[in-house]
C-alpha cells in the first residue's frame, strides 16, 4: 500500500484521533469523569474530534460563506455538532472519525485505480532517439518532427508512427492489441507507436508528430472516455441533486416538530434532535456519485486490456444493452481473399488426374491476368507457369479468357463464355465465384472461388449468442448465394445482401426501428468504408484498424487488432459493468431510505447511520473495483 | 480554442460534478468538463477572450477548492 504525502498526513490524523478517543473511553469506563462538570468531558472529546475533523469544519464555514450549503462537510458538522448539543461526545468523535476513513479509502481507492489504468496504458513513451547529420540525439517525442529518422534499439518502445527505413525485428505490439505473437518489422513497414521493439535495431522515418500518433490519441481516448455522460449518471446527478436537500430539510422538520408538537422537556428534544443526526449522517449521496465514475472506469480499463479501445463511457453502457450485432461481411468476418475452394471437374471425371489437369489448364489459362481471381488460381495451382507453353491468350472483356497451350484451345469464363462457344455445361449450386473451363471445345470442369471466412468467425458469433446478443445480422454488397454460404457456415441468423453502401445505412435504420424497448444495435465493420453506418448505429465497432484515422474518428468502440471474439467479451465487460453500477445504486439508495425510515420510529442508532454513509461508501468502491481484478477480466 | 489543466487532490466525485457546473457557468466559457478519475479539467472558449475567461475560470477553482493544484497541460 502506497499512500501519498497528502494521505500520509491524513492518515496519522486519523490514527492518532482514534488512539486518543480509545483513551477517553477508557477513562470514562472507569469512571475518571464520574461527578466532574460536563464541560471536561467535552474538552477532552474536543481535542481528537478537531484533529481529526478540523479541515471538514473549515471547508463547511467556507461552504456556507459562499452560499452553497448543501455539502458534506456541512452535513457532518451539524451531525456532529448536533451530537455534541446532546452531550453525546463520544458518537460526535466516532463520526467525524469514521467519515474520514471513508474519505481516505475513496481517496486511496480512486487513486489506485487512477495507478492500475495507467500501468495498463503504460505505453508512453519518454524519449526517441533522433538521428541527425549522422549523430544520435536523444529527444522529448513531443519535439521530433514528421519526416525525421528515429532508431530504435533492441527493447525499446517506439515512440512515434513511422515507417521503417532500415533494419529488421520482431515487435511486440501485446500492449496495444493484446495479441502475444510479435509481428515482424521490415523495411516498408509501418510500426505503431506504443509496440516495443524486439531483438534488432530499426531505424524508422516518422510519419506522424507525437500529438497525433497513436499512442497519444489511444491515451487521450481512454483518458476522457468517462467524460462522457451516461443515462446512469444522469440518473445519480439529478437524485443526489434532490435527495441532499430533501433530507436535510427533513432532519430540520424531526428535530423541530415532534418536539413541539408532543412537548415534553428536554429528554424529548434531545431524543428527536439524535433521530435527525442520523437522517444527516445519511444524507451524503456520495457513494452513488462515486460508484458511476470508477464502476466505468474499471470496465473500460478491462477492456483496453484485451485490446479494445473504448471511447466513452456511454458505449459501454449501450453495449450492455445490445440485442442485435450487425456485421459487413468482408473484411470483418470473411478475410476478404480469394482461394480457391473447390475444384469440380465434369460429371464422370472425379479422379485427382481429373482435378489436378483441370487446375493446369485454369492456371495457364488465367496466367496473364491480374485479377484477383486468376491469382487465387495460380496460388492453388502450386506451381510455377513456364511461360514457353503458352502460345496465344486473349481476354474477352466480361466473360474470361481464351489462351492456347501446348497446343490446345483452352477457355476460362464464366457460363456466357461457354454459351457463345456452343459449350454444355452442368448447372452447379454454390456461393461462389465460378470459372468454367473447357479444352478444344469440350467441358472439363469448374474451379470455385469464395472469400474464406476468419477463424473463430463461428465462436465469435456462439461466445455474441451466449452474452446476451439475440439476433447476428450480416450486410454485404454480396450476392445472396455467396452471403447464405457464409452465414449458414457461422451461424448469422439474418442475412441482407446485394446492398450497395447507401442502403446499408436504410437498412441499419430499419433494424433500430425493429428494436423494441431499450434494446440497442452494434454495427461492426472493417471501418474502412463504412463510417456513415458507424456513426449512424447505436454502437459503432470498428476493427482491425489501428492507424486508419476515419476509422477511429467514426467508430464508438475499436478494437485493435482483427479478433472479432473479443466483441462478445467486450459485451459480457459491458454488462458487468453496468450490472455491478446498478447494484451499487440500489444497494446504497435501499440501505440509505432503510435507515431514514428507521431513525424517524427511533429504531437506527448512530452506529447504523456511520455504516449508511461510510459502510455503504467502502463496499460500493470495493464492488466497483473488482472490475480492474486482472483474472475477473480475462476470463 | 481549448485548454487543459491537471487537478492535484480534489476531494471527491461529488465536489467535481459542483466543480464542473461553476466553470460551465463563467461567462465565455463554451463546454467544460472536469474529469475526476484523471483529475483533469478541460474548458473550452473563444480564442480572442481566452486569456480572460481563463482568469476567471481559475478564479472560480480558487474559490470553490482552496486546496487544490491546478498546473497547466
Known amino acids: ?635 | 480554442m481549448k485548454k487543459k489543466y491537471k487537478l492535484n487532490e480534489i476531494d471527491c466525485a461529488n465536489c467535481a460534478m459542483k466543480l464542473e457546473e461553476a466553470v460551465k457557468a463563467v461567462e465565455g466559457v463554451d463546454s467544460a468538463k472536469v474529469n475526476y478519475m484523471m483529475q483533469k479539467l478541460t474548458f473550452e472558449a473563444e480564442e480572442s477572450r481566452i486569456e480572460e475567461v481563463e482568469k476567471a475560470v481559475l478564479g472560480v477553482c480558487r474559490k470553490m477548492e482552496p486546496d487544490m493544484e491546478v498546473t497547466l497541460l
Not at chain 1, 469544519?57 to 456556507?64: A, D, E, G, V
Not at chain 1, 455522460?229 to 443526489?240: C, D, L
Not at chain 1, 474499471?298 to 463511457?313: D, E, F, H, T, Y
Open chain 1, 1 to 635: 500500500m502506497k499512500l501519498s504525502k497528502k494521505q500520509k498526513k491524513w492518515l496519522g490524523r486519523i490514527i492518532a484521533a482514534a488512539v486518543l478517543f480509545l483513551a477517553l473511553e477508557i477513562l470514562v469506563h472507569m469512571g475518571a469523569f464520574d461527578g466532574s462538570r460536563w464541560w471536561i468531558g467535552f474538552l477532552f472529546a474536543l481535542v481528537p474530534y478537531l484533529i481529526v475533523g478540523y479541515d471538514v469544519i473549515l471547508k463547511s464555514i467556507r461552504n456556507i460563506s459562499r452560499g452553497d450549503v448543501f455539502d458534506e462537510n456541512f452535513l457532518m458538522m451539524i451531525a456532529t455538532f448536533g451530537a455534541f448539543g446532546i452531550r453525546e461526545y463520544p458518537e460526535a468523535v466516532a463520526v467525524m472519525l469514521l467519515y474520514q476513513i471513508g474519505e481516505l479509502f475513496q481517496n486511496y481507492a480512486t487513486g489506485k485505480s487512477r495507478d492500475s489504468i495507467s500501468d495498463l496504458m503504460s505505453i508512453a513513451p519518454e524519449t526517441a532517439f533522433v538521428e541527425q547529420d549522422g549523430e544520435i540525439e536523444e529527444m522529448d517525442p513531443d519535439e521530433v518532427e514528421v519526416g525525421e529518422i528515429i532508431v530504435i534499439r533492441p527493447g525499446d518502445r517506439i515512440p512515434l508512427d513511422g515507417e521503417v527505413v532500415e533494419g529488421e525485428s520482431m515487435i511486440d505490439t501485446s500492449a496495444l492489441t493484446g495479441e502475444p505473437v510479435p509481428r515482424r518489422a521490415r523495411p516498408g513497414d509501418m510500426v505503431i507507436s506504443g509496440c516495443v521493439n524486439g531483438q534488432g535495431t530499426l531505424k524508422v522515418r516518422t510519419t506522424k508528430a507525437y500529438e497525433d500518433s497513436t499512442v497519444a490519441r489511444i491515451l487521450e481516448m481512454v483518458e476522457s472516455a468517462t467524460e462522457k455522460k451516461t443515462r446512469v449518471e444522469n440518473f445519480v446527478t439529478r437524485f443526489a441533486h434532490v435527495y441532499t436537500p430533501i433530507v436535510t430539510i427533513g432532519a430540520l422538520v424531526l428535530a423541530l416538530i415532534p418536539p413541539i408538537v408532543l412537548g415534553g422537556g428536554a429528554r424529548v428534544w434531545i431524543d428527536w434532535i439524535r433521530r435527525a443526526c442520523i437522517f444527516l449522517v445519511v444524507s451524503c449521496p456520495c457513494a452513488l456519485v462515486i460508484s458511476v465514475p470508477l464502476g466505468f472506469f474499471g470496465g473500460i480499463g478491462a477492456a483496453s486490456r484485451i485490446g479494445v479501445l473504448v471511447k466513452g463511457s456511454n458505449y459501454l453502457e449501450a453495449l450492455a444493452h445490445v440485442r442485435t450485432v450487425v456485421f459487413d461481411k468482408t473484411g470483418t468476418l470473411t478475410k476478404g481473399e480469394f482461394r480457391v475452394s473447390r475444384v469440380i471437374p465434369a460429371a464422370g471425371e472425379d479422379s485427382e488426374e481429373a482435378k489436378a489437369r483441370l487446375l493446369e489448364h485454369a492456371a495457364y489459362a488465367e496466367c496473364y491476368s491480374t485479377h484477383p481471381i486468376a491469382q487465387s488460381i495460380r496460388e492453388a495451382y502450386g506451381r510455377p507457369v513456364e511461360a514457353s507453353r503458352i502460345t496465344r491468350t486473349e481476354e474477352i472483356p466480361g466473360r474470361g479468357v481464351l489462351a492456347a497451350a501446348d497446343g490446345h484451345e483452352i477457355l476460362a469464363g464464366n457460363a456466357k463464355l461457354m454459351g457463345s462457344r456452343g459449350i454444355e455445361i452442368e448447372e452447379l449450386q454454390t456461393g461462389g465465384t465460378v470459372v468454367r473451363i473447357a479444352c478444344d471445345g469440350r467441358y472439363e470442369g469448374a474451379v470455385i472461388i469464395s472469400d474464406t471466412v476468419k477463424e473463430g468467425a463461428a465462436k465469435a458469433i456462439r461466445d455474441m449468442k451466449a452474452a446476451g446478443v439475440r439476433r447476428c445480422v450480416m450486410l454485404t454488397g454480396d450476392r445472396p448465394e455467396a452471403a447464405e454460404e457464409v452465414a449458414r457456415e457461422i451461424g448469422i441468423d439474418e442475412v441482407h445482401a446485394q446492398l450497395l453502401p447507401a442502403d446499408k445505412v436504410d437498412q441499419i435504420e430499419k433494424l433500430m426501428q425493429s428494436e423494441s424497448g431499450s434494446g440497442k444495435l452494434a454495427f461492426a465493420g472493417d471501418g474502412i468504408n463504412d463510417a456513415p453506418v458507424l456513426m449512424r448505429s447505436d454502437v459503432g465497432i470498428a476493427m482491425g484498424s489501428l492507424g486508419s484515422d476515419a476509422a477511429i474518428e467514426a467508430a464508438d468502440i475499436v478494437l485493435m487488432d482483427d479478433d472479432i471474439t473479443k466483441i462478445a467479451r467486450t459485451v459480457t465487460i459491458a454488462r458487468k459493468t453496468v450490472g455491478i453500477i446498478h447494484a451499487n445504486i440500489i444497494f446504497a439508495i435501499a440501505v440509505k431510505i432503510a435507515i431514514l425510515i428507521m431513525s424517524v420510529f427511533g429504531i437506527a442508532n448512530m452506529w447504523m447511520a456511520i455504516f449508511g454513509d461510510v459502510g455503504v461508501l467502502i463496499l460500493c468502491i470495493l464492488n466497483a473495483m473488482r472490475l480492474l481484478r486482472r483474472d475477473d477480466s480475462q476470463r
